[in-house]
Structures are given as C-alpha cells and as structure tokens.
C-alpha cells in the first residue's frame, strides 16, 4: 500500500544483495531516503492501470478477473521483456511497487512462469497514519484514502494468500531495522549475512524523523472501525502468516467492505479535457480531479498542439487513465476522440482551469441524482468553480 513503508522495507532488501533493476527512481522531497523501486516497473503498472480504465487510487471498479481476459497475453508478454532486459540474470530480484497490491495476479503469473521462486512481503502502516501521509503528498480526503487503503490491503492479502509470504509493519522497521530484516528473512527461509559496515548503512538509512505521524498513539482511537481492525488482524501476523481465524475475520471484513461499496451503486463516470495552446492552469483541473472521492472516475486528456511543458506535466499525472496527443485536431474532432475512448456510463467535458467545488461534491450530486431515477435522466449540469459541467449518458452501461 502506498505510504506505507514500502520504500523502507525495499531499502532493506536492496541494502542486502537485492537486485531493483537498472532504471531506479530518484528521490523526491515526499520520499527523502529514495524509492528504492524500478521506475520502469512504476510506468508498466500505470500503463496497465490506463488499459484497465482505472488509476492507482480508483481501482475498485475493477473488473473481478481482469487478468483472465484475452488482452494480458501481449502485456505479459511486454513485462517478460522489461525484466530481462533490465535486471540481473543472476541472483536475487527485488520488486517493489505498491500498485502491486491490485495488480499482482499478473505479476506472479510472469515471475512464475519465468522460473522464479517468489515470496512476498506485505508492509503494514496504521491506516489513520496512511492516510494523513495521503492527504499531505496528495490532498486526498480521509475517506478517499481510507478506501484506498481497504481495497489494497484487503486485496494484497487474498492475492497473497497459499504462498510464501510474511507481514511486517512499518514501526518495527523505523525502530528496529536490523532485527526485522533478521526476522523478515528467517520468516521467508532466506539467508543474509550483515556485517558491520552493512549495519551501520542501515542504521543510517532508517530514521526516526521518517515516521511523522506517530501512528501507535493514534491505534487507540475508534479501534472498532473496520479499517483498524484490519491492521490489528495483519498486525498480529506480523513475522508470519495468517491463521485460520485470522484468516476467517480478514474475510468477513472483506465482505463487508465490497457489499457496502457495490450497495452504493456507483455509476462510472468519464470526464474529457481537451488542451490545445493556449490552455491556462491545467494544475488546477488535474488536482480537483485527483482529489474527487468519487470512487469510480475516469480521466482523459485529449492533447491537441499543446506546448511541450504543458505535455511535459501530462506525463507526470499517474491519476490521469489515458492521456493521447493528437497534433491537428480541432476541438470537436479532440472530443470526438474522447468520446471513442471512455468506458464510463456519465461522460463530462471539463476545461482547462476548471475544478470542481470540493472533493466530495461530485459524490453528493451523483448521490442526489440517484433519489431523482437516475436511469429515467439523459443530461444533467454540474455546478463547478466557475460555470457548469453538463454530464451526458453513454450507451456504455
């Protein structure tokens, strides 16, 4: 899960012997210490996101079996290519990528068939701290981050579950590093041999000042909410794998989550922009889009002779699901485009500089619009920032 010691954890691992690839990702002020992750693997699991019509932190409209479909065959085929070109013939792999979580069935399905022994290593952090770290890095809502957080743990465990694998949180690595890697790879049947300049590098790269939000003091609030009961259930793992009861409560959770997400009914909805020169605080439009709590919302830019840095800016939103440039389109032709490519039952034009008026607005206007008899409404105007956003029905759904 994402802002969830993930990095630490790879640091670790990568500190030991364990080979992240050629193509590591710089660090950045939201991540000080490094990534410790394969920025190419970051890109593949964002370009599948975009194939799939979802993004990193929309995925529960997901379709249950992705992986099963006809498409995989060639993507399989792509990451096959990007692991042996990128990393080591020899030795130990290392991946590390938190959209793994959703992703994995295809993940394991390739290293498997490619001969690897796999085992994997669940990272736990207190959801409260999740997702605070969330909202500071990405502005999201407490809500927004909390369902993010069920449905890639949640997922990350079932996905795992009947293999080699181990949990670990977060707070033992800030406090402990050099007996949880210990314990880590006994856990896993796995042998490291720390020397002493080793140890003193791992004592270096991990530092109290990363963990911010102090997240134990914050476990004793609402311990009854499904999201920490959870974390307790993994918690107690910790080391180890789950129990059948264990197993059986983690479940029950699972069930409730998914029932109360599907009971909500959420309509998929797809919102175009068209960005042409002259297009003026895009950063605005991607930001209230990133931020929309809405759980099942599509984004496409349609880039029609833009300047290279607004192109620049639409390579580096990973919430975007597709963004294609098109020199010489004019803007009908551009939402033409668009109109090809959505998957959502609503579909919106929002133009550069717009937003919506908070996060959670296009949720309370969808929820007002199914007490009106959703299915008997054609169009619809939603009120932003500056104007309206008129929504039409596709023939999607």
Not at 13 to 32: C, E, K, Q, V
Not at 162 to 185: A, E, H, M, W
Not at 240 to 267: C, M
Request: charged letters at 25%; one cysteine or more; aromatic letters at 10%.
């Amino acid at each position: 899960m994402h802002r969830s010691g993930t990095s630490a954890t790879s640091g670790l691992f990568n500190m030991n012997g364990y080979d992240l690839g050629m193509s590591i990702m710089n660090a950045n002020w939201s991540n000080p210490k490094g990534f410790y992750e394969n920025f190419k693997i970051n890109s593949f699991s964002n370009d599948l996101f975009q194939i799939l019509h979802v993004n990193w932190h929309n995925t529960l409209g997901l379709n249950g079996q992705w992986w099963k479909d006809p498409k995989p065959d060639e993507i399989k085929k792509n990451l096959k290519e990007l692991i042996e070109s990128d990393y080591t013939k020899e030795g130990n792999l290392l991946f590390k990528d938190p959209r793994m979580c959703i992703l994995l069935p295809l993940y394991n399905e390739v290293l498997v068939e490619m001969g690897f022994n796999v085992s994997f290593i669940i990272t736990l952090r207190n959801p409260r701290a999740v997702a605070r770290s969330l909202n500071r890095r990405d502005g999201f809502s407490y809500k927004k981050s909390i369902r993010i957080y069920m449905d890639y743990m949640i997922k990350a465990e079932q996905y795992t579950r009947g293999k080699k694998r181990c949990f670990v949180d977060y707070d033992s690595i800030i406090t402990n590093p050099l007996q949880t890697i210990l314990r880590l790879t006994n856990s896993l049947g796995i042998k490291i041999k720390i020397t002493p300049e080793k140890e003193a590098q791992i004592i270096d790269f991990i530092e109290l000042g990363l963990n911010h939000f102090e997240p134990d003091k914050l476990l004793t609030l609402d311990t009854e909410n499904d999201e920490i009961q959870l974390f307790n259930i993994f918690k107690n793992a910790e080391f180890n794998d789950l129990n059948d009861n264990e197993g059986l409560q983690a479940d029950n959770i699972s069930r409730k989550f998914y029932k109360e997400y599907q009971k909500e009914q959420y309509s998929k909805i797809s919102i175009i922009t068209v960005v042409r020169q002259g297009s003026t605080d895009l950063k605005t439009t991607f930001r209230s889009i990133s931020t929309s709590d809405y759980p099942d919302l599509e984004y496409i830019v349609i880039e029609s002779d833009a300047d290279p840095t607004t192109k620049e800016m639409c390579n580096h939103q990973t919430y975007l699901a597709n963004v294609i440039f098109e020199s010489g389109l004019s803007k009908k032709e551009a939402k033409e485009l668009g109109m090809r490519m959505v998957s959502g039952k609503w579909v919106g034009f929002l133009d550069s500089g717009r937003s919506f008026i908070s996060n959670h607005s296009l949720s309370d206007f969808i929820s007002q619009l199914k007490q009106n008899d959703e299915q008997n409404i054609c169009s619809i105007k939603f009120p932003t920032e500056s104007g309206e956003l008129r929504l039409f029905k596709t023939n999607k759904h």
